[in-house]
């Protein structure tokens, strides 16, 4: 299938913007926008929302993909305007199991915008109460001129074709902060994500993340810590403090708990091999890893191992593990350890 995307922003495209080329003719698939992150949660909701209402869904932490047919066909395409071969391939692999033509035969040209967590190829953060393979939730519903259906009725569309969608917690206002801040408290003990808020009519957002995720997330990448942005980690250092101020917890526990998060994550140094991140995905045949290794190749160094015939939930397929080598971290923590000066 031929088809082109913006990686990055240009003379106002922006990046994830597709086309899909057919013949003489294209179909755009708009970007899917950026959700702005609040750091305090009370001030956030006040500032954005005012008096407005606004409904809360639970953030998840996988990967953000458009569902789009085309030609009778669905296509995985990834944040970046990538149509996936992994995700395609695990999609139609469900046309039996939801209504995906139904949804498409009432909103043609639209697309189901989800989050797809589990075992994949890009996301190395594993929800463990997912079961092997992997798993989606639907939390947009695009239409094709790039705007969103409103919450209420995405609910009623999803709930009435049986497709999984990410866990709503209802409508709110700015009056009802506290409930608010007790979900986001039940969410962090539970070591979960976060929350993104939504105006009715999908036409604004913003997203607030849980200190345990933050503090997850410390300690998970801090052994590539050369190859990631500073600010992923000094934001998290501050969003941890400032969540511990707004929400009035334990100072102590959270300092604990952050000295925990770093001194764990630099235990990868002891006996250190590398800044190896791993992954293990699910295919149906090895053509698909095939596909996706020389995609993957492109952009990172992989280490795989053959594929293994296996079965899950009746269907039989091919588990593959693989690791990403951090070249940076790699090279650095190396000469960090063998005592050269810095």
Known sequence: MSYSRYQDKCDGHARGEMFIHSGR???VVSDYPHIFRVYRLSEGVERFFGSGTFFAEE???GYNVRIRRHKK???AITRGGLICPYTTEWVQSWCGRYRFDEFFNRYPGSALCAEFLGDNPYNSKRDRSLPPGLSFFCFDI???DGTFLPVEERYSVISELGLPGVRSFGMFTFGDIKRLKEIVLDLNAGCREGLVMKKPRSDGAIKFVTAASDLADLEQFLVFFYDI???FYTNRLMRIALFVQ???LDREEYMRRTGAAL?????RLENYAGSFEDFTIYTRTVETWDLLKQIILKHVDVVSEEPRSTVIDGMQLFRV????????SSGRFREILSGQKE
């Open 229 to 231: 942005e500073p600010g």
């Open 59 to 61: 953030k998840m932490d």
């Open 142 to 144: 695009m239409q094709p």
């Open 25 to 27: 003719t294209r179909r």
């Open 73 to 75: 066909q669905m296509l």
């Open 263 to 267: 001194i764990n994550g630099y235990s």
């Open 246 to 248: 707004e929400f009035t």
């Open 321 to 328: 593990s693989f690791r990403r080598r951090h070249k940076k």
